[in-house]
Nanobody, 120 residues
Framework: QVQLVESGGGLVQPGGSLKLSCAAS????????MAWYRQGPGKERELVAS???????NYADSVKDRFTISRENAKNTVTLQMNSLKPEDTAVYYC??????????????WGQGTQVTVSS
């Protein structure tokens, strides 16, 4: 009854910007945490940015001061504004949420992923 859908990925030049969006749909009672992960070529999946309800966001050292995670509570949407992109930012980016639906238990949900490629 709940799904997460990412959008906004694409090909950009180094130094460029992209804004990713993740929309959660369904009967959502409570969202405990939301995050963006990424997995680059030959790398393990890593946490990029996250926050729990009512807290300040946390960022990986590699993206701090360049990326900004934001949450729109009314629309159940989380975004990731990515500025000053570097080739090493190239990865599939995944939206993650820990939430409870009206008819289910607390559960961890993942989006399908969106490709971000930074290349000249």
């Amino acid at each position: 009854q709940v799904q997460l859908v990412e959008s906004g990925g694409g090909l950009v030049q180094p130094g460029g910007s992209l804004k990713l969006s993740c929309a959660a749909s369904g009967s959502i009672f409570r969202t405990d945490a939301m995050a963006w992960y990424r997995q680059g070529p030959g790398k393990e999946r890593e946490l990029v940015a996250s926050f729990t309800s009512g807290s300040r966001p946390n960022y990986a050292d590699s993206v701090k001061d360049r990326f900004t995670i934001s949450r729109e509570n009314a629309k159940n949407t989380v975004t990731l504004q990515m500025n000053s992109l570097k080739p090493e930012d190239t990865a599939v980016y995944y939206c993650n949420a820990v939430l409870k639906s009206y008819v289910g238990r607390v559960q961890n949900y993942w989006g399908q992923g969106t490709q971000v490629t930074v290349s000249s």
